[in-house]
């Protein structure tokens, strides 16, 4: 029996003819002699509303969190009155989602009264979301006939205590699903286990970054040794675009982990960055499909990287980004400087993206998103305050605005040229370059442009990436 592991996103369990697809999914898999674990993301827009409930809670705004507590809880229960019959299932999910929503409540009260919000009770309330949606899952596959079993990911999934953008503790995790998932799973029972959360070792809950309920799904499938993992999105799989850019867009049939990691970590949203970490190692195949139209076989991911003819198989982008140089005669042959500045610009909360540095060492730069720019430049300066001080270095210089848009292709390793027809395709475009970088794993190209050029560019490497998309 081959165990899989399928996480649900937001759209997926959104509405109720979403929902009507995941309990025919559920259904099919388990049908087909399958064993499935699944992972479930909070319903769209909901994670956005508790941001904005603790928002709300921290200026005084009580009604407007308690609202959103009530909308929400009223969006579940509409869900669960069409799709339970009435009676002890039905019941007893009710009033655990109310229950939970009146704790929602009761935290926003806190935020109230102290006048200010922490990472912290951000997580435990951003957390209710999936707490929520998982709960309503398993009732309402448990009123189709399934043995579904709702649980929290903090009863398996250990994290650090760097909430908001939490990372696993492998070890203790495996531990929690050797011990409490895994008899579970013997005994039939198909967990819904709430995604993008986890739990610190003092239980405190902990939340994995924006879109980590992709992660979540990757961790209980590398955990659980899975067959399979599969990411239910939707859209019908990886496509060479995002097609909000490029409605063009076609989906790529397979795609290699080094790629999608790739084309994740720059941006494009169907994945989060951290999702093949955990299942490469064990070579777990992943499959990126669409609730709205499962029978289509979707995007394969595995290790081995295919070339394509195309060469160029997908474009993303990374929108609103600065870029920062520092620079000064007196660097060169200096040790330690990019060191010191990539530190501080980590104690700035500033996520680098992408570094370049030119030959004669007087001058690197690096890419950091644009609202926390201006922190790390300061950061920086008062870092290499006695540099600037010698005029060693010179100040911190910002380029605000600017955009990195990624080209990912397995068969740039080796194949030359490829550069050429970018930067030539660019040129065409009249699109000015200002940074150039190639990804280590010599799949990725990745260039810094203006970003009021960004359409244009990505709809002319788009154009690449389409000549030869075997359709
Ligand atoms: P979910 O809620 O299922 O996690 P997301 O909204 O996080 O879904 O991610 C799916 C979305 O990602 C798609 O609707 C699409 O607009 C966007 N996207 C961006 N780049 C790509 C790409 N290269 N391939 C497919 N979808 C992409
Ligand atoms: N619900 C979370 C978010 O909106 C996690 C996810 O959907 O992956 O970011
Ligand atoms: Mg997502």
């Known amino acids: 029996m081959a165990l899989i592991s399928m996480k649900f996103g937001g759209t997926s369990v959104g509405s109720l003819e979403a929902i009507t697809n995941v309990i025919k999914i559920v259904r099919d898999s388990l049908a087909a002699g399958n064993h499935p674990i699944v992972v479930v993301s909070a319903m769209s827009g909901v994670t956005d509303q508790l941001i904005a409930s603790v928002q709300d809670a921290a200026v005084g705004n009580k009604w407007g969190y308690i609202s959103t507590g009530q909308k929400i809880r009223d969006r579940h229960e509409v869900i669960i009155n069409q799709l339970t019959k009435p009676g002890k299932n039905r019941e007893t999910v009710v009033q655990e989602l109310a229950a939970l929503v009146v704790q929602h409540g009761e935290l926003c009260q806190a935020v109230n009264v102290l006048g200010e919000s922490t990472p912290r009770i951000l997580d435990a309330v951003v957390a209710f979301g999936e707490r929520l949606s998982a709960r309503m899952i398993a009732a309402v596959l448990r009123d189709h006939g399934v043995k579904a079993r709702a649980y929290d990911a903090g009863t398996f999934l250990v994290t650090d205590e760097n909430y908001t953008s939490a990372n696993p503790l492998w070890e203790e995790t495996q531990a929690n699903i050797d011990a409490r998932l895994k008899p579970a799973l013997a005994e039939g029972v198909v967990p819904i286990i709430t995604g993008f959360i986890g739990q610190t070792r003092d239980g405190h809950i902990t939340t994995l970054g924006r879109g980590g309920s992709d992660f979540s799904g990757a961790i209980f499938a590398a955990a659980t040794d899975s067959d399979e993992l599969i990411i239910w999105t939707d859209v019908d799989g990886v496509m060479t675009t995002d097609p909000r850019l490029d409605p063009r867009a076609r989906v790529l049939p ?141 100040t911190v210089n910002i380029r605000p605005s600017v955009a990195i848009v990624t080209v990912v292709g397995a068969a740039m390793q080796g194949t030359p040229g490829v550069a050429g027809r970018v930067f030539t395709a660019m040129g065409e475009r009249r699109v000015n370059v200002i940074a150039i970088a190639q990804g280590s794993s010599e799949c990725s190209i990745s260039f810094v442009i203006n970003e009021a050029d960004l359409q244009n560019a990505v709809v002319a490497l788009h154009e690449l990436a389409l000549e030869v998309v075997p359709s």
């Open 254 to 394: 397979y795609i290699s982990y080094t790629e999608v990691g790739e084309l994740a970590f720059y941006g494009a949203k169907v994945l989060h960055p951290k999702t093949v970490q955990p299942i490469v190692g064990k070579g777990i195949p992943m499959r990126v499909c669409n609730t709205f139209n499962p029978a289509f076989e979707g995007t394969l991911i595995g290790a081995e990287m295919r070339p394509s003819e195309s060469v160029i198989k997908a474009v993303t982008c990374v929108k609103s980004v600065s870029l920062l140089t520092v620079s000064g005669k007196g660097m060169i042959g200096v040790p330690g400087i990019a060191g010191r500045t990539f530190l501080a610009t980590a104690r700035a909360g500033g996520n680098i993206l992408m570094i370049m540095q030119a030959s004669s060492e007087q001058s690197f730069c690096f890419v950091v998103s644009d609202s926390h720019a201006g922190h790390s430049k300061r950061e920086i300066e008062s870092e290499l305050k006695a540099e600037i001080a010698q005029q060693n270095v010179d």
